[in-house]
């Protein structure tokens, strides 16, 4: 009764998308929209891999709202993105529309667009839907279809609900998909009260522009993450990280392995990256390894993949000033942060330092750090 | 050691020849033995003399027993099907089996004709199925077989201690032994369907409710299920730059302060 009452207090394009989750089970069992062959599970595929199959260059805007502590803090903007088909890819952040709140935190608009940019790799792999997999998401989500196809931009496209289920407690995704190319024009994150959380849609879109005859920066990684299959190759794992990697035996429901890689720190130090996906979402577990009790302090600490001693560093705490760790933090406890659907949590639980991060519930990263830790 | 001593080699060696000099086939003639026994005592050698007498003696009350014939089924039954082929084969090649059930007449040899004459039996049904799910997957065949070996593990109280803690509302939770159980487990055995549909639809309920129950967000540190460590909070500059980097998807760390209400939205001309 709670949920249907939430229901009808729903925006009515939430209702329409609820009604269309009756038929989730039939959609994705049988065929596709109305007058088309396509199956919703070929679909999906086409999702998963059009983000970097298809190359085209458009301008698009980002809308992202947090709520802290009642507060609903906005970030509104504009980036451009050239995207060559073969990996390649470049996204420049072009007009910042609105940061309300937001901008007490970096400072001004030019440092925002430099943290943009230096988050070029992050922003393209991790901030917008993608279908990342397909089994995955079978299992995770409902599918359906909303209304009959439509027209976005002057192309063709369908437009989908993606649940994540259960229902009630969900997150749902409304799309805008090319039917020619399976790309995803628009895309509208609701959280389960029917606030809009994320908003990525195109302003413009070229699908046949050269990616080697226009000049384009394309995307450097800054980093030196390396990628490492610890059933395949444990000592080459553990000789990279000069530690035995811990993963969580415990993962938030849905949520499988992906990836796991090394990345590092500001100090330049190691730590095992591994990245769990419930098709859509990610959730990141960092290990550090096993360190000394004591922690010193870090100051003009910059964004990962920036070089000391940037401005942009220096810009990232709250109030402006130099970030800086508790110079005495108590080494048996956790820090949770909700930055509005997502979660971090990080520590050093008995001499082991680990970090989770994902739109899942507190407890669900909590007990990720809780069944790593060596028994 | 004289010729008249006794040693179980000596007694061994002359059994061996006096069953040497018998027919392998055929069962110890009493009488030869004696015959033999009698020559030896002639020759000086009673004590050898005397073992092939005693030889004779057991030929002889072996020989007075009845032999009754086995019935066929029980040659059947007790006879594997190989054996039986390794008896004809025997057969077949001239080799002579000292054991085995006489059949159909071999001596013209026909191997095909005697393997037909084996009486056939159906295998049961159960069988059949057991074979076929071996041949369908062999490893998950395995894995049963040695699971079902494995010793089982009691469940650990902590884990019985989370479940019951979720399961809770948030308000209702109370100190609990570790080795507690979830409620809704408890004395399951003896619950009626309509209390385990009321119990399923509890837990539904629980997990819809923002406030608590499953999971929430916003759950303090107190009402944590069991952890092995404490937590708290934080703020954002606690937190280090590489969560920080992993979690602001935006790139911008939002701030803790209200600029009041929203500013307009002036489409692309916002830029400064």
């Given at each position: 009764m709670n949920s249907l009452r939430r229901l009808r207090r729903a925006p009515a394009g939430l209702r329409r998308a609820a009604a269309g989750f009756a038929l989730t089970a039939i959609a994705f069992a049988s065929c596709g929209p109305?007058?088309?062959?396509?199956?919703l599970e070929q679909m999906i595929t086409a999702f998963q891999t059009a983000p970097e199959a298809v190359a085209h260059h458009g301008v698009r805007r980002v809308d992202a709202t947090y709520v802290l502590d009642g507060q609903t803090e906005r970030v509104s903007y504009t980036e451009e993105a050239w995207i060559a088909g073969d990996g390649r890819f470049h996204i420049v952040p072009k007009d910042?529309?609105?940061?309300d709140g937001g901008l007490g935190a970096v400072g001004n608009v030019a440092d925002f667009v430099s943290i943009q940019s230096a988050r070029e790799g992050f922003i393209f792999r991790y901030r917008d839907f993608r279908v990342r997999d397909v089994a995955q998401i079978a299992g995770n989500y409902a599918l359906s279809f909303v209304g009959q196809s439509t027209e976005f931009l002057g192309r063709a496209a369908w437009e989908l609900a993606v649940s994540r289920t259960p229902l009630w407690q969900a997150s749902t995704y409304v799309l805008v998909v090319?039917?020619?190319?399976?790309?995803?024009?628009k895309s509208t994150e609701y959280d389960k009260t029917g606030e809009i959380v994320s908003a990525m849609e195109y302003l413009s879109i070229d699908f046949d522009f050269d990616p080697d005859g226009a000049g384009i920066a394309w995307h450097q990684p800054e980093n030196d993450e390396t990628t490492i299959d610890l059933d395949l190759d444990p000592i080459q794992a553990a000789s990279l990280l000069g530690f035995t990697p811990m993963l969580p035996s415990m993962l938030p429901e849905g949520y499988k392995l992906a990836r796991t890689s090394v990345v590092y720190d500001e100090g330049g130090e190691p730590w095992l990256k591994a990245e769990y996906t419930d098709g859509v979402e990610v959730a990141f577990f960092l290990y550090g390894g096993p360190t000394a009790a004591d922690v010193g302090t870090a100051s003009t600490?910059?964004?990962?993949g920036l070089s000391t001693g940037s401005p942009i560093g220096q810009q990232l705490g709250g109030t402006g000033s130099v970030i800086s760790w508790s110079e005495d933090p108590d080494p048996s406890q956790v820090l949770v942060y909700n930055a509005g659907a997502i979660r971090i949590v990080q520590g050093e639980v008995n001499a082991h330092e680990m970090i989770a991060v994902g739109k899942v519930q507190e407890f669900d990263l909590l007990r990720m750090l809780d069944t790593a830790l060596p028994q | 050691m004289s010729a008249h001593e006794h040693s179980p080699t000596r007694d061994a060696e002359l059994r061996r020849r006096a069953i040497d000099g018998?027919?392998?086939?055929?069962?110890?003639d009493p009488a030869a033995l004696l015959r033999s026994a009698e020559g030896l005592a002639v020759e000086g050698r009673a004590p050898e003399g005397e073992v092939l007498r005693r030889l004779a003696d057991q030929a002889r009350a072996l020989g007075a027993l009845p032999r009754p014939t086995p019935p066929r089924a029980l040659d059947e039954a007790v006879l594997a099907p190989s054996f039986l082929a390794e008896c004809v084969s025997e057969h077949a090649s001239g080799v002579s089996t000292p054991t085995g059930p006489e059949r159909a007449n071999t001596e013209s040899g026909d191997v095909s004709d005697l393997l037909r004459s084996l009486p056939r039996h159906a295998a049961p049904a159960v069988l059949d199925r057991l074979v076929a799910e071996e041949l369908a997957s062999p490893e998950a065949a395995r894995a049963r077989r040695f699971a079902g070996d494995l010793e089982r593990q009691a469940t650990p109280s902590s884990l019985w201690s989370r479940v019951a803690r979720r399961a809770e509302p948030v308000a209702e939770r109370s100190e609990r032994a570790p080795g507690a159980r979830p409620f809704v487990l408890r004395g399951t055995a003896s619950w009626s369907l309509p209390g385990l549909a009321a119990a399923a639809a509890l837990l539904l309920w629980l997990g819809g409710n923002p406030r608590g129950g499953l999971g929430s967000a916003n759950a303090s540190p107190e009402d944590s299920p069991e952890l092995s460590f404490s937590w708290r909070h934080a703020t954002?500059?606690?937190?280090?730059p590489l969560a920080a980097s992993f979690g602001m998807y935006h790139g911008v760390v939002p701030s803790r302060s209200n600029s009041g209400a929203p500013s307009a939205n002036g489409g692309e001309g916002g830029s400064r």
């Open positions: 109305p007058g088309s062959d396509p199956t910042v529309l609105e940061l090319d039917i020619e190319t399976g790309l995803i024009l600490s910059p964004v990962h | 018998c027919d392998p086939s055929a069962a110890p954002a500059e606690e937190l280090s």
